[in-house]
């Protein structure tokens, strides 16, 4: 048992993927495997030079190519470091909505997305999942990979949008249906501590690693 006031703790990066061309055009990839675009490599590489310093026992990662690329840069400063895929991980299955383009879903959907935007928590999408089964995975999942490490190691999870919000929403006592008052941009990453036997969320949305490279595309 820990001594009170101990500062050995686990921590949990989590890292939304970096830009794909589907992010660039609005298009819902959920389940799709586009790969990431030359921005989102940038972001990626950005990104991997901020958390070069950190010292993690592993890292884990969603099964679909943009997040594994995301993970094998940032590993390119951590030889060593071993990647696990982990299907828990995988983006919100979007069901008959794979591949639209929002502004498209937006006209022939515009029952759904009325619901959609009033209450969230209250939808499945169509031969998907619900807001509330992805967390219930998401959640699993965080569990299931910390018990594998020593209570005081750091980990990293590259994951996605809905997965990582949800997850969010859940350490900081948000209802599923307000997961919009948090944002996890792409190549963005939040940090989780564990105190006790609960999750606080230590650092939300962290892209300042990224205003560079934001400054760069808009001259």
């Not at 639209?100 to 006209?107: G, Q, V």
């Not at 219930?136 to 949008?161: F, M, W, Y």
């Not at 105190?195 to 606080?200: D, M, R, S, Y």
Request: glycine share 6%; proline share 5%.
């Amino acid at each position: 048992m820990l001594a009170e006031g101990c500062d050995i703790r686990m921590k949990i990066f989590l890292v939304r993927h970096g830009e794909t061309e589907w992010n660039r055009i609005q298009r819902f990839q959920g389940r799709s495997d586009p790969p990431l675009n030359p921005r989102g490599r940038l972001q990626v590489r950005a990104l991997a030079a901020a958390l070069k310093d950190q010292v993690y026992a592993a890292i884990y990662s969603s099964p679909l190519l943009r997040a594994l690329e995301t993970a094998h840069i940032i590993k390119s400063h951590h030889p060593a470091l071993p990647i696990f895929q982990h299907r828990g991980l995988i983006e919100m299955d979007l069901g008959r909505f794979e591949g639209i383009e929002a502004r498209r879903w937006a006209e022939e959907y515009p029952d759904f997305r009325r619901a959609w935007e009033e209450n969230p928590a209250a939808v499945q999408m169509p031969g998907g999942e619900s807001l509330e089964e992805v967390q219930k995975r998401a959640i699993a999942s965080v569990e299931r990979i910390s018990q594998g490490h020593p209570r005081d190691a750091t980990l990293l999870l590259c994951s996605h949008n809905f997965v990582i919000l949800t997850l969010l929403c859940h350490v900081a006592g948000i209802p599923l249906e307000r997961f919009r008052e948090l944002k996890q941009a792409t190549a963005a990453f939040s940090v989780l501590g564990r105190e006790q036997e609960h999750w606080v969320v230590e650092v939300l949305n962290e892209r300042a690693h990224l205003q560079n490279i934001e400054m760069e595309i808009k001259r």
